[in-house]
């Protein structure tokens, strides 16, 4: 299989993984809303694979969870809400992955989470929503704020999770790891 082949296959497995995990794994925490441990797959991506790799999973994952469970509702506002959080945290990932300090290492992929994640959901998705139902920004950034807090959640749990798993994913594919 040539490189291009298999760099499309394993994308397509983070895709069809963060479906799977959003799908199978629904751990309520507020009314209404359940964690997204897809993006424990968009986080490891993003570490393991590159930023592009962890953004296309996180968002084409976003946009097959939603036609599979409730058609385009909401999706266009946490698809473009992704592309952010998987550019950011991508680079910060890049940026933090050698370094020796793993205090250090970890309060910048912290503090770059929490950031990504409050342009992605909080700016990027409200301001989507607000346009798409003409509501009032206010309001879509209230109804965000669950949202933030729980993908804030997933994605400082997954930090361990990606460094775990580096190690095998480089072994199993030295021609696509970053």
Do not use: H
């Amino acid at each position: 299989m040539n490189q291009t082949t298999q760099k499309i296959t394993v994308m397509a497995a983070g895709i069809a993984l963060f479906v799977a995990l959003s799908l199978c794994l629904q751990v309520p925490v507020f009314e209404n809303y359940y964690l997204c441990l897809g993006y424990v797959v968009m986080a490891v991506y993003c570490y393991s694979f590159g930023t592009v790799s962890g953004t296309v999973a996180g968002t084409l994952g976003v946009v097959l969870y939603c036609l599979l469970i409730n058609g385009l509702r909401g999706m266009p506002g946490w698809a473009l809400g992704n592309v952010f959080i998987g550019l950011i945290i991508g680079a910060a990932f890049r940026m933090t992955k050698k370094m020796e300090k793993p205090l250090l290492k970890t309060g910048l992929n912290i503090a770059a989470i929490v950031t990504a994640v409050a342009m992605g959901i909080l700016v990027v998705k409200s301001l989507t929503e607000c346009l798409l139902y003409a509501q009032p920004m206010a309001v879509r950034i209230a109804k965000n704020v669950y949202a933030f807090v729980a993908d804030v959640a997933v994605l400082i749990v997954s930090l361990p999770i990606c460094t775990l798993l580096d190690k095998t994913v480089r072994k199993m594919f030295p021609k696509l790891v970053k």
